[in-house]
């Protein structure tokens, strides 16, 4: 992973600026409202891969208590300020938390950086800081194979079907999933991408 990860970190920390102005408009309400919906009371989230502080603020505005985690310090420095969150800078393959301690997971967009064979022990450490029953949000774009795109970020690819195998063979029971295509990309301005988005819940 070290060339991808570095790779993909190096065009976050120079475009950190761009990148939030590109995304902190997308609607997400939808998908945080369902998510919203099935958390545990009174626990804390984690927003992992939290970019430039979107979903934070969202989080923060409905009443909810939530920490950022992003790859890049420029991005958690916006997404901190932006959000008045508290935001680590970390690796979501080696999650900065203790075992079972958060009631929800949010992860739009981040996993797909991923190269696949690290996704399952990722989806292992996101399961592990959950509590019992915590719940965990995920999305993913469609398709198969992985590949470093143009400007330097690696993604991986997962049709619906082997995404949902991934999070169960993780230890998560999916609660909703969602299909939708995005109009352009937020980079890539000149295509559009499909998603797929999920909500989960650990069992045991």
Request: proline share 3%; hydrophobic share 40%; aromatic share 10%.
């Amino acid at each position: 992973m070290a060339n991808t990860y570095a790779s993909t970190k190096h065009f976050y920390d120079h475009n950190a600026e761009s990148y939030a102005e590109a995304t902190r408009l997308l609607p997400m309400s939808d998908a945080i409202d369902a998510f919203i919906e099935q958390l545990p009371q009174g626990l804390n989230l984690a927003d992992l891969g939290c970019g430039a502080g979107r979903d934070l603020l969202t989080f923060s505005q409905r009443g909810l208590t939530a920490i950022g985690l992003d790859i890049s310090p420029p991005l958690a420095k916006l997404a901190n300020s932006y959000s008045q969150c508290p935001v680590i800078v970390g690796d979501i393959r080696a999650l900065p938390f203790g075992t079972a301690v958060l009631g929800g997971a949010w992860a739009s967009a981040s996993l797909l950086h991923l190269q696949r064979s690290d996704v399952d022990f990722a989806l292992n450490e996101v399961r592990r800081i959950l509590s019992h029953r915590g719940v965990f949000f995920s999305s993913i774009k469609c398709g198969q194979g992985e590949e470093m795109d143009a400007k330097g970020r690696w993604f991986s690819y997962f049709e619906p079907t082997d995404w949902l195998l991934h999070l169960r063979n993780a230890g998560f029971s999916v609660v909703d999933t969602h299909r939708s295509v995005q109009a352009s990309a937020t980079v890539e301005k000149d295509r559009s991408v499909a998603w797929f988005s999920c909500i989960a819940r650990r069992t045991g």
